[in-house]
């Protein structure tokens, strides 16, 4: 009885969202649906990450959950460059930055922490993430300042955002060389090793193969319910005269980023912290590195060249958080009270974000 | 003989800057006498923060030594907010941040350093130190930033200001819990238990129960003998022509400060660093995430609101002293070179601030 | 006939390129003349180096080989400064920076980190060098905000200039203090112990003394070729319409530090990274903390005053480059990707100052 009430409930609120969204039913009832349903593909989606990082390993487990999660984004990123909306899709590019380093990996650290007192990982990957995030913020800071201190031509601007976006996408790159192939040793789990002696505690529910394939079809899912959710939401915008760049930075990210959530806080309740924290910084990674710049490009194939200058207080936004992500990262080290840290800068962008 | 010379002299000098302050003498006879007399009081709490210390431990010894050294920041704080005075109030936060993290931090670990080649403390202290330095760095930064960018109205100004302000009281109020009760041996001095084996070199003067009362004493005295000689420098502001930020900044923040500049030289003297660090840092963090919150709050509730913004140059030198106090500190080893740089920074402050 | 082949070349290449400088032959061809000349004296200067390095130690080594190198720039600073071309001496000390910084550490860690996986340098050295990078940083970005935002009268920048210079000036010499005399030992490389057992791979191919002759010998004529070179780009520059900040900053700074880069890469590759970072970072703070704050002096000397304020441009490239350097130096231990990641932020820059 209990094995079969979670998918049929899954299945159940996805097919009434898709209904909803397609016969286009009163907004706030379609939101209410589709946040139920994110809930059910979301903790789906965490499974099946879970249970592909039992047979790939915590790292490479987060890097997939990463990257399926992000497709969804890059799908919408697409739609929204396509449309010539190249504000929004900034701002829900900060936001995704802003929402994985500090809201997912602040509840993340919260909910291990209270559950074990020190959670460990690989104190090397932890300074590469850092000098990763680093390079994402150099690559939006440096065009930024030259083009405000000097007024350019808006060919000299295209040429630097395709040359930096260019750079950004071979340095992603041969960073999943770098960590999946010739340092891979160097960047493992501390815990990893003393995990094999507890086989039986992470036993997985499913096949290696069918973990894979639920793990494709969860994020599909996920994208689906997403954009739906997100696509109720520009009503809500409307009648609680919220600014487009909050929903974007604050709204669409938590909704967006609901399954990586659920996986990373479920991991590092299970002490797989290593996971958890490739979840969000390699999540933030990605946006930074590999969608952002790729949305440039295409949106430069699709002959509507969006730039790469962010506004001031994007820049800020992303800043201060890789800053306050960094400091807490960096010794390989976490607690409670260090997911506690990032929340509350997560809250001082919040209000900041909400009055402007 | 020598037992009765310091504390009659002690109470002498106390009495006599007390007399020349309500007897209103003339500025210059009362500002030499009430230096003297907080060289005595700075002397007499240091030995009671010492004494204190050693049943307590180095980190609640220097935590309670911050909490009372800022006692009287806070005081001096309320009667000019209640005044309107809202620039000097915000000039003489940054001095007290500054001045403790660059002068009291450096002279600290150049004194310390001069005499042990390498001092260490607990490096997982150090690391959470500076991510709660930067946390308040983002609560000053991200309000100036959004409000310089985007003008908004007084109203809401007032509301992130006091959204800001009560995140930062809790984090403050959380880290107490995290650092006294949930990991309290985790953020352990490192030296504790080489001192275990040497009782006999810190053998205290006082009993527990009259080295707590000496201490809250000292801090009484600390803070009207610091009121009285910052009362005679609003007339040496005038005669010698220097700006009321500089006065705020830096020489309200020394002699304010000397409590804390005499208890952390002699502590780091006797190898005890991490007392040091944590009355240094852990003082500018309690300015920084406490004494100003509250003093917006008290704003507010006296109908006389303050807003958290700072201007850019405060912000600016609260960041570079963050900025590098964070970096070195984080290794949780110090040495003489490290405190002149800390007092280069402050230098180079200095003579910018005299000149604007 | 091996044996000769080398200094023939040398020698040869360089008279050819002096005679090409005073005989004022074609642009064009002084050019590729002096370019071949600077791949060979830079050759020379290496293997100087290395000698030297051997007797020495890396560390000192790596001093002695940054302060040859920059006696080139100071020497051609002071013409500059003489000439009142101040914006090209403030571009190329930039460019020596981040040309340091980026180009020369980024090659040095991506050719060492191909040949081993990991390499390792002294910790401690790396925490100091970054807080000793924010120190430059700090002196050059405070007298811009303070000027920025304060207008200030001349005689008061001049004020500001010249103690914030003698503050570096004194910061450096005391760092030579701390590295090379009370601290050496504290500093050392790490990987020295295991280099005494292999004492055959490493044998010099000159004596002592003739190591030190051949390492000043080479010095000056580095010093020589570079300046030749550079004085045929200012003719390149008007033909192919580069901004003087695009020369400053990056021909000059690759051409006139070609004899680091060979050097520091050579070391690399020899698993000698102490050395190559010595170079590299210590080059760079020599040209912040001590070549800069001398040319000020010279300038008041002179009597042309120079002052300290750097355009936002130079100090975002300075600021983000100690931010990348100092993130990925300071665990003491580098790889291939990290080198790519300096080049990564080198190219960003190098487009950036390109197009201004």
Redesign the interface.
């Known amino acids: 009885m209990k094995k079969y009430w979670f998918p049929s409930l899954l299945i159940l609120t996805f097919l009434l969202s898709a209904i909803g969204h397609y016969a286009d039913w009163n907004p706030t009832l379609q939101f209410v649906i589709s946040a139920i349903a994110v809930i059910f593909v979301a903790g789906f989606l965490g499974k099946a990450t879970e249970s592909v990082s039992h047979y790939a390993g915590q790292r490479l487990g987060g890097f997939l959950n990463a990257t399926f999660g992000n497709a969804a984004e890059l799908i919408i990123g697409i739609l929204l460059v396509s449309n010539g909306q190249f504000e929004i899709v900034k701002a829900s590019i900060t936001g995704s930055i802003i929402g994985n380093l500090l809201l997912v990996l602040g509840l993340s650290l919260f909910a291990g922490g209270l559950k074990y ?2 959670q460990n990982f690989n ?2 990957l932890a ?2 993430n ?3 995030m ?2 994402g913020i ?2 939006l ?3 930024a ?2 083009l405000n ?2 007024a ?1 031509q808006s060919e ?1 601007k295209n ?2 955002s395709l ?2 976006a260019g ?2 996408i ?2 992603y790159l ?2 999943l060389v ?1 960590s999946m192939i ?2 891979k040793d ?1 960047l493992a789990d501390v815990t990893e090793d003393s995990e094999e002696q507890l086989p039986h505690e992470h036993a997985p529910m499913w096949s290696k193969g069918r973990s894979i394939v639920y793990l494709i079809v969860a994020t599909v899912m996920v994208a689906f319910v997403s954009e739906w959710l997100v696509h109720t939401l520009d009503t809500f915008t409307e009648k609680f005269g919220l600014s487009e760049i909050f929903v974007g930075a604050f709204v669409v990210a938590i909704v967006g980023n609901a399954a990586e959530h659920s996986a990373a806080i479920m991991l590092a309740m299970k002490n797989k912290i290593g996971a958890s924290v490739e979840i969000a910084i390699g999540s933030s990674l990605q946006i930074a590195l590999f969608v952002a710049p790729v949305l440039i490009f295409v949106s430069h194939i699709l002959g509507r060249p969006m730039d790469i200058v962010f ?3 994007e820049l ?2 992303i800043g ?1 958080s890789v ?2 992500a ?3 990262t ?2 390989g ?1 976490t ?4 997911g ?2 990032l929340l ?2 997560y ?3 919040g ?3 909400y ?2």
């Open positions: 007192k020190i104190v090397s300074g590469l850092g000098s990763l680093i390079l150099i690559a800071f440096v065009p300042i030259f201190t000097h350019l000299d040429v630097v040359v930096v750079i950004l071979v340095a041969l960073w770098f010739t340092h160097y506004t001031v207080i800020a936004a201060v800053f306050i960094k400091s807490i960096q010794d080290s607690n409670w009270y260090e506690l840290l509350a800068v809250g001082i962008l209000v900041s974000f009055l402007v």
